[in-house]
């Protein structure tokens, strides 16, 4: 009884691992997707500010990528553990 109870805490550790990084990639997708569109509908209002629209675009997609990573990195260790 007491082996079950050890094997079922650690699947549902590792379903939670992947389910939290399935949720940080998701949520990196979501934001990413909202910045876009946000820069597209800049672009089009103001054509000669493009450039800048860009870089703080690519800026801001790499911080949210970052911290995407950093959550599946956590979650991947979790699941291991």
Known sequence: MTMLIILAELALGKLSAGLGAGLAAM???YGIGKIGAAAMEAVARQPE???????NLIVVSAFIE???FLAVIVCA???LF
């Open 77 to 79: 260790l979790l699941a």
């Open 27 to 29: 949520a990196a997708a």
């Open 49 to 55: 500010a493009s450039s800048d629209i860009r870089s």
């Open 66 to 68: 970052g911290v995407a």
